[in-house]
């Protein structure tokens, strides 16, 4: 009835499918709300810390009983304690990814990019329909299925 009215002059799918989209911009803004709302358990955190110490005083004793030379055990020490580490931190930096740090997201550019396209949809030439030639003039070769099938 609006549509007749001239109050949406848009066809039914493809309004359909404008309404599809803000509900899914919808849906990410709740997924990106829990993100933000909900840390990551806190006695989780100290129980990583902790096994990560444990880790860090039990792994050159290990390694030293078990390999024969004490370079290998301590290059084996080492790296496996600076990976299992170097997750902990990289973990901690992306549990709240919304801020002002280096590793957060640009959310501010990210916003102004958004408001720029919807600012392009308000523009008068996207409020028209481009209009199609009925005659295709085209360098390419003609489609030898197409002549097969005529």
């Known amino acids: ?4 009215q001239g109050v949406l002059p848009i066809p039914p799918p493809v309004l359909s499918r404008a309404f599809q989209e803000l509900s899914r911009g919808v849906v990410n803004v709740n997924n990106v709300r ?10 989780y955190a100290q129980l990583i810390s902790c096994m990560l110490l444990l880790h860090c005083v039990v792994t050159p004793f290990v390694a030293g009983i078990l390999l024969d ?8 020490s ?14 901690c930096e992306i549990e709240c990814p919304f801020g002002e740090d280096e590793n957060d997201l640009p959310m501010r550019a990210m916003q102004q990019n958004m408001n720029g396209t919807l600012m392009l949809l308000l523009d008068h030439l996207a409020q028209e329909v481009p209009h199609g030639h009925t005659e295709m003039k085209s360098d390419l070769p003609p489609n030898p299925l197409r002549t097969l099938s005529n």
């Open 1 to 4: 009835e609006n549509m007749n």
């Open 34 to 43: 829990k993100i933000s709302e909900f840390l990551f358990p806190f006695p």
């Open 78 to 91: 080492f790296i496996s304690t600076f990976a299992f580490w170097s997750l902990n931190y990289v973990a």
């Open 69 to 76: 030379t004490w370079y290998f055990a301590l290059i084996s």
